[in-house]
Every structure is written in C-alpha cells, then in structure tokens.
C-alpha cells in the first residue's frame, strides 16, 4: 500500500542538477491590494524593512549565500555546491515559500502568500545575469510606480494617470518626475535597483571556558545592503558570491 501510494508523488525524485547554480525566487500573491491598502505609495519603508527580514529568514533556512529583493520579491542564490534538502526541488520551492510567509505574515500581523520558483544557471555569467536581470526590472518598476503615484497624488483618475504613462520613454518619465521637482537619482537606491542581504564575518571577543582568558573570534551575521552598485559594478559584486565555486 505505501509503495502503491508513492507512485502518486511523481515529482518528488526531482532534483536540481549538480553542478548547475540554484535561484530560488518567492513573489507575493496579489500584493498589488494589499500596498494599495497598506503601504505608502510609491515606496514604503517599513514594507521594505519586512521584506528584507524575510529574506533574512529564507537565507538561513535554506543556507543561501545571497539574496535580492525589490518590490515583493526576493531571489536567493545557493551555494554552488549546495545539498540542502538533496536539492528537491519540491522541498526548496515549498520551504522558501512558506518561510518566507512566515515571516512576513508575522511581522504584518495578517495572512500574506508567496509563490516560489526555481530557476537553473549553467555557469557564473548566467547568475550574474541573472541578478543584473532583477536589478534592471526594479529599475524599471520603480520609475513607473513613481510616475504613477506622482500623478495619482496629483488628483488624476486610475485610468487619466495610465494614459498619461502611455508611450513614455524612460526619459520621458525622468522628464515627467523633474518638472514636478522630483530627480529619480535623487530616489533612495533600495526603490531603484533593490537590496542585497548577504553574510559577513564580525570579530568579537571569546572566551576560554577552562581558562578565563579572552581568546579572538568571528561571527557571522547577515548583512542588509540598500545602497547596491549598479550595471557591470553590481554584477562584479554579485561575482563575489561565487568566487570560491568551480566554474561547472
Ligand atoms: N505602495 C507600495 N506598493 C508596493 C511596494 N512594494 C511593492 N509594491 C507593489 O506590489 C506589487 C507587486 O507586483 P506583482 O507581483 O507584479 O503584483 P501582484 O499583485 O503581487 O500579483 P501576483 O504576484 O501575480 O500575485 C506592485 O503593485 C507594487 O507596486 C511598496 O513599498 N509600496
Ligand atoms: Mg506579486
């Protein structure tokens, strides 16, 4: 009966491929209403906090090395060689999801989902990419929702401040933004390109239990960074991730 019965849980043999690099990506269910009731617009500082403690919790669950996140978003990268959970893929997915609900659903005080995604990357230029790729979506999405939230706040209907987004170019919407006083340069980094959590290594002082004596020691901590490079910078800095992993 158990064998006969397991046969039904047909994806749970898959796995990620060795030697390819793991993404996992988590997105917020419909959190287009639950902003649009909750946060200030465009951006909202304390949402962001939230999401950066949830990338923080997925990070640890699954031993990341890296995360990003923008919106309501936020991708982790796994170390290269990574074992966690035999790399199933059912597991990494529904572990990430759930962790990621947890947090933020605790910190929100209400029910909050999240869907999860696996994404595959043969070599390092992939990853790099690959986060490049998430960088320029919040660079795009962040000059829109500015747009938008400009003219909304200047009393213009849902459908007058779409229309007037309409065919836009990206200088077009910076133009827009500045002749309302508005530099988007001038935009904290986090709304424009994101932030990275990643880990670091603190000294501190230890002590011997035996003996007394203070004795030097690390710690790791995670590490939230709102201020990211950009462009080839940011992709030489998410390179750092993966120095010590063997090119496959
Ligand atoms: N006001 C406000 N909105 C935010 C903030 N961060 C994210 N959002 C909104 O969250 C939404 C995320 O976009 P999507 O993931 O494409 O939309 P969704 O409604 O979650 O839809 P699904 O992911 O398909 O379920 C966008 O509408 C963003 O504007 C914030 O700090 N403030
Ligand atoms: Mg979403």
Redesign the pocket.
């Known amino acids: 009966m158990d064998a006969k019965m397991r046969l039904g849980e047909c994806f749970h043999e898959l796995r990620a491929l060795r030697g390819a690099y793991i993404v996992i990506r988590v997105?917020?269910?419909?959190?287009?209403?639950?902003?649009?009731r909750t946060?200030?617009?465009?951006?909202?500082t304390g949402?962001?906090h939230k999401?950066t403690d949830a990338a923080k919790a997925v990070l640890t669950s699954l031993h990341g090395s890296y995360a990003h996140t923008q919106?309501?978003?936020i991708s982790i990268l796994l170390p290269h060689e990574t074992d966690v959970f035999d790399r199933e893929v059912e597991k990494l997915v529904s572990i990430a999801a759930s962790s990621a609900t947890a947090s933020l659903s605790l910190a929100l005080s209400a029910p909050v989902e999240f869907?999860a995604r696996l994404w595959l990357g043969a070599r390092r230029g992939d990853v790099v990419d690959y986060f490049r790729w998430r960088q320029a979506d919040a660079a795009r999405?962040a000059l829109n929702?500015w747009c938008y939230?400009t003219l909304r706040k200047e009393g213009k209907s849902v459908k007058e401040a779409t229309h007037a987004m309409l065919g836009l170019s990206v200088a077009g919407k910076n133009e827009l933004l500045f002749s309302r006083g508005i530099n988007f340069n001038d935009v904290p980094a986090w709304q424009r390109r994101g932030s990275g959590v990643y880990w670091e290594t603190i000294a501190k002082v230890g002590r011997n239990p035996r003996t007394g004596e203070s004795v030097p020691a690390t710690r790791r901590r995670l590490r939230v960074d709102d201020d990211l490079p950009m462009k080839e910078a940011y992709g030489k800095f998410v390179r750092q991730f993966l120095k010590e992993q063997a090119e496959a």
């Open positions: 997105d917020g269910r419909s959190f287009s209403r639950l902003t649009e946060c200030e617009k465009p951006f909202d949402f962001h999401m919106s309501d978003e869907d999405s929702n939230w």
